[in-house]
Each structure stands twice: as C-alpha cells, then as structure tokens.
C-alpha cells in the first residue's frame, strides 16, 4: 500500500449501500467505501480488520467497544454522524491513538425548539385539550394551563444545545439556571440539586456516559415540576419517572429519548397522562440533516487532506494519519 492508495473507509450508518455511496461520492476516488455484509457484530469485526477511517453508526448498534478497536489495527480515524456518541470506547480510541470526531452543534437549533415546544405544550396542556375536544367534550375551565412565562427553568447540561435552550427560554421570560459539569463563565450556574429542587421545568440535554448514566432521579424534581428529555433515556432513571407520574409528583414529562428504543409495547410511560411522547426526532430536520451532512463530509475531507478535523472528543490529535502495514503503530 502506497501514500496515495484510497484510504479503507468502513461506511457503518444504518442506511441503503447505495444511498451511503452517493453520499460520500465527493470524496472520490480517495476513499475506497465498504459496509458491513450484515449489521451484526461478527461482521463488524471483521471488516475492521482493513478499516482505516470508520463513519459511524448513529443508532449504537455497530459502536466501537474496546475489542471493536483491538480488531482495527490500521484504524487512524472514527467520524461519528451524530452528537452522541454512546458505545463507543473512548478510552481505548485514545489509547490506540485515534481520534474520534462528532458533530457537535449541528442539532443545537432543532433540537432546542422541541424542548421549548415541549415544555409548552406540557405547561398549556395542548394534547389533553386536543384529545378532549375530539372526544366531544369542552374542558375550558376544568384542564388549568399555566402559562411557562415567569417559571423557573433549569437546565441540565449547557453545550450548544443547553445554549440554545437557555436563550429561547429567556425570550419567553423564563428565569433560567443551567448545572454543567464544566462551569461556565456565563451567568446562571446553579448546582445539580437546588436546580432539581426549585425548578419548575427542568430540561435535560446532557450528553450520556459513564457519569451521567441515571443522574437525574424525578424523585428529587421539586413536586409538580414538569421533565423534558431531550438527552437520552439512561441518563434520566426511566423506572423512577414512571412511579413519580403515576404517584403525582411530577406535572407531566416529555421525552424523546428511551432506555429502550422504540419504546417497548407494555411500557407504563405509554398509558401514562400527562406525558408527551416523541420517537428520538427533536434533531430530525431537514435542516439538521444539512448540517450534519456538511460537517461528516468537511471533516472527512480534511482527514484526507491532512488538516485537522473539528470535534474530536476523545483527546487525540485532530491530524489524522496513516497506519502503513508493518510500521511500528500498524
């Protein structure tokens, strides 16, 4: 293998072949595309074995555990299509020296609307009323909306997506507070519990890992607060949401994220009232999609052109290089 041979690109999205490759398309013939011959694990690993540049796969299904990595011995860079990047091993990423890359920020906006959506549609009560009026009745007095203006809203988690929820909360006159596990300097910083404790809407759009895997326990939400999830399911304990709704201690919940998904016939959450459900779409726009795209190609295209890459997470260089077979870190 040459310096100017088509780098080995293992295309992991869960996506038509064809439709992978029209996609990555502008990259010419720089790259050389393949998939997995089938999306289970035994396939995974053994098309890492040539894999030098791995698109990965946003569902979780094909992530890049630590024997993931141990089977790509050339692997020299990990692009990941998404914001979260759940299941991949970031610690042993690093330790083989590769860098993985996500798309932070291309969901910030959409993703931050559904929230402020949801929580108004909570707060004003828009799917009871619907359901009501459907049903032939006219609860005008009896369903008791609150108007979000002037409530406490505390978010949890403050990259680009806690941002921009704190800035289309603050323009419908909420007062908001933000708990991060990196403080920033922007004003509003609150510690996990007393922001748990006093909010009246607690929004939650941290990323899930090893640290933030059941943080949030609705038990300790102040009573009647209303829950928007926006992060993932296992970051808010799923069995202790269902028990503080059907005991009444929290107003309602929105969630867009499961532990299991799709959410799972018999569920609780799925006959509880007072909770809006959404299928993992409140970044699934064609806008969104846009810039996703655009940020996976820009990168990929700077790997190959050895400039650095945006986004890399895991610590590791963000000039990509190559892993010649023989060579001392092949």
């Known amino acids: ?88 091993d970031l610690t042993a990423l690093a330790a083989a020296g590769v860098p993985l890359a996500n798309t932070a920020g291309v969901s910030a906006v959409a993703v931050s609307e559904w929230c402020l959506a949801a929580a108004l549609s909570l707060s004003r009560k828009l799917a009871e009323a619907d359901a009501a009026v459907r049903a032939g009745h006219w609860p005008q007095q009896s369903l008791q909306p609150r108007e979000l203006h002037g409530r406490q809203v505390g978010i949890v988690g403050f990259g680009p997506i806690g941002a921009a929820c704190a800035r289309l909360f603050r323009a419908f006159g909420c007062e908001v507070s933000y708990w991060t596990r990196t403080p920033r300097e922007e004003p509003g910083y609150q510690e996990l519990e007393p922001l748990l404790s006093t909010s009246d809407v607690v929004v939650v759009v941290i990323a899930l890992s090893d640290e933030t895997r059941g943080l949030i326990d609705p038990r300790r939400l102040k009573q009647g607060a209303l829950l928007v999830n926006a992060a993932r399911g296992g970051v808010v304990d799923q069995a202790a949401l269902a028990a503080a709704l059907t005991g009444g201690h929290l107003g309602g919940a929105a969630l867009d994220v499961f532990d299991v998904e799709p959410l799972p016939d018999g569920d609780p959450l799925r006959e509880l009232d007072g909770v809006l459900l959404s299928p993992h779409a409140a970044g699934v726009t064609p806008e969104s999609t846009g810039r996703l795209l655009t940020a996976t190609m820009a990168n990929l295209t700077a790997a190959l052109d050895g400039r650095e890459v945006a986004n890399v997470i895991n610590g590791i260089s963000p000039i990509i290089r190559r892993k010649f077979k023989g060579s001392p870190t092949a």
């Not at 890049?64 to 299941?87: H, I, K, W």
């Open 1 to 88: 293998m040459s310096s100017t041979s088509p780098w080995d690109l293992l295309a992991l999205p869960p996506l038509p072949e064809e439709l992978l490759r029209q996609l990555l398309a502008p990259l010419g013939d720089r790259v050389a595309v393949r998939v997995p011959p089938v999306r289970d694990r035994a396939a995974l690993l053994a098309s890492l074995a040539e894999a030098e540049i791995v698109l990965g796969d946003w569902t979780a299904r094909l992530a890049l555990d630590a024997e993931a990595v141990a089977a790509a011995p050339r692997l020299a860079f990990v692009q990941q299509p998404s914001v979260g990047v759940d299941g991949h």
